[in-house]
């Protein structure tokens, strides 16, 4: 009887002794000398009155005196009531924030003393006064008018260790199914003193409102010493089951059995089995085989009908139930996700090109006939650009960049001048071009999220490969004597546009995409294939907000070729020297931008 009476006071002993807990004004105490218990309370009366909530403790027969003070983490005020003795019913205030107060719990905290502990919302000052009716603690919350509670009657409150549990916090706003976190189990505070298991299981029953049946041979533990603070419920009665050697096994019914983890073990390889359909909505029927398939028993199976997208499961009742709330969490409705992206590349092309070439001809002697044709003297009546070559007599002929000439001039100026048998020509070539590409794109594709979803526009340039040894080899009859046979294939190779992306939608309605852009195209080259690829791409993992715009890829190439061709130190002549040489200025920018915008594609409601 000594060890209940202990249970039951330790989580009021506790409730003073808990961390962050301020110490008591000694100038809002009114201590008083311990006396026998002659006050009975018999109710509470919480309401609202002038902006105040007042807790009305009605006590009924002698006189007593009160002590109170302050508690923080969480904030508490405690009243200890002297020379009382506690008459309330087991129905109590817990969990519903009325006047900034969450919770009023009340304990016998000695022979003659009862503890009344308010929990509040947040910090507040109050006040305690002695009224007709018993005691009144005044709380200046300035919260609205609210509903009044009450609590009393003529049962008498057993006195247990639940009075000391941590109020419950208000339950948060309605959430997705497969988005709702799950919920912390109610914290208790108790301890065991050399008392026998089935007493403590009892004990657990009692404060949690829970059935709890322990087996045949749990009667015969004794728990030496344990004591649990704050504990959730659950995780201290595992911790003190591992600790002996027990386990526990929650029935469908939520009847918890208790018993030796040998015996648990030995009772499922004899229970009988149990055969179960699950009709699978929303997820390949083979992914959720494979993911019940590791949690059978030892005689457990799990099959699959894809006809119909249909799990079957057999296997004890405890797992089959088990399955039935996997199931239920697994086989949800994924969001969908528009992803729009777009993709942008700019290409511009300036150039600047500048050229003169000279041509020095003597009419009766040497000749350089690259520039302008001449008549050829074997044949008066027909031109010739061949060279001519005199050996006899003063002659002199010379030529000036013939061949660094302006390719497709925009204008060209001819000059010649005579110097009695000589002719001197000149060419100005110019030309100054700009070019400008812009290519855009713009990919959409909605897909589920955590499913990879790809989109390509574009097409196949066959590109020709020539495989030497492809029909060689002795005996191959490629070749004569043997010898090897070049054979010629066709390769096809995909450029255009392209999108790779896998979107995650979280729970605060984001979207984590992992994605790959590409803008690729062939283009002629001076190679032995003939063609070459440029090609873009952008690849990452990034977080963005539903409709929000992400830039995932810019970048700028900028090629700047300068050619000065020229004769040799006439060229650098300043000022004169660009009538001797031939000046080219090309520049070229390639501009690629990459944006992604997704859009959570929330269904209509229903």
């Known amino acids: ?44 009366r919480l309401e609202g009155r002038g902006g105040r909530t007042e807790l009305t403790v009605e006590i009924t027969g002698g006189e007593v005196t009160y002590e109170h003070f302050r508690l923080s983490g969480p904030p508490r005020v405690v009243v200890d009531i002297r020379g009382a003795r506690s008459d309330l019913p087991s129905n109590r205030y817990d969990g519903i924030h009325r006047g900034g107060v969450s919770a009023v719990r009340t304990s016998q905290h000695a022979a003659d003393v009862v503890r009344v502990v308010v929990d509040l919302v947040r910090d507040a000052q109050y006040t305690v006064e002695q009224v007709p009716e018993g005691v009144r603690i005044a709380i200046a919350a300035g919260a609205p008018e609210f509903q009044a509670w009450r609590s009393g009657g003529s049962a008498a409150a057993p006195r247990v260790a639940a009075e000391a549990a941590i109020p419950r916090q208000q339950e948060p706003r309605q959430q997705p199914r497969q988005q709702r976190p799950q919920q912390r189990a109610r914290p208790i505070s108790v301890t065991f003193e050399n008392t026998d298991m089935r007493e403590v299981l009892a004990s657990f029953a009692e404060l949690t409102g829970r059935s709890i049946v322990p087996g045949a041979e749990v009667g015969g533990i004794a728990v030496d010493y344990v004591a649990f603070d704050n504990q959730p419920w659950d995780e201290a009665l595992r911790a003190l089951l591992q ?34 359909t699950f009709r699978i909505n929303y997820v390949p029927v083979e992914e959720m085989r494979s993911t019940l398939e590791p949690l059978t028993s030892e005689r457990g199976t799990v099959s699959v009908n894809p006809t119909t997208n249909t799990l079957i499961a057999t296997d004890i009742a405890s797992i089959i139930n088990d399955f039935g709330r996997l199931v239920e969490q697994l086989d949800v409705r994924t969001p969908q996700v528009a992803i729009r992206a777009k993709i942008v590349f700019v290409n511009r092309t300036d150039a600047e090109e500048l050229g003169v070439t000279y041509d020095l001809k003597d009419s009766r002697g040497n000749s350089l006939n690259q520039l302008t044709s001449v008549p050829d003297p074997q044949n008066p009546e027909q031109l010739t650009n061949t060279n001519l070559v005199s050996l006899g007599g003063s002659s002199i002929a010379a ?204 269904e209509s409601a229903s």
């Open 1 to 44: 009887m000594r060890r209940h009476l202990a249970a039951a006071l330790i989580p009021a002993l506790l409730a003073s002794a808990a961390p962050g807990v301020a110490a008591a004004d000694p100038a809002e105490s009114s201590p008083s000398a311990p006396r026998g218990a002659d006050g009975s309370i018999s109710a509470l």
């Open 243 to 276: 600790a002996y050697g027990l386990a526990a096994e929650e029935q469908g019914t939520g009847i918890i059995r208790v018993d030796k983890i040998e015996n648990l073990a030995n009772r499922e390889r004899n229970e009988p089995l149990v055969t179960r």
């Open 399 to 602: 030529l000036g960049n013939a061949n660094q000439r302006v390719t497709s001039p925009a204008l060209q100026v001819l000059t010649s001048l005579v110097l009695g048998r000589y002719t001197l020509i000149a060419f100005l070539e110019a030309l100054q071009s700009a070019e400008l590409s812009d290519v855009q794109a713009a990919p959409t594709v909605t897909v589920s999220s955590n499913h990879e979803a790809s989109i390509w526009v574009g097409e196949r340039t066959p590109i020709r490969v020539v495989d030497v040894g492809g029909g060689g080899g002795a005996g191959g009859g490629g070749g004569v004597g043997g010898a090897a046979t070049a054979r010629a294939t066709a390769q096809l190779v995909e450029t255009g546009i392209r999108l790779i992306v896998t979107p995650q939608v979280t729970s605060d309605r984001r979207v984590l995409l992992t994605l790959h852009a590409e803008r690729s195209s062939a283009a002629a080259a001076a190679t032995e294939i003939g063609v070459q690829f440029l090609q873009q791409q952008g690849q990452t993992r990034v977080m963005v907000r539903d409709g929000e715009t992400a830039v995932i890829a810019g970048l700028t190439v900028t090629e700047v070729t300068r050619n000065r061709i020229g004769i040799p130190f006439l060229m650098d002549i300043p000022f004169l020297g660009v009538l001797f040489r031939r000046s080219s200025d090309r520049e070229v920018k390639r501009d690629l931008l990459i944006m992604v915008t997704p859009h959570i594609a929330d």
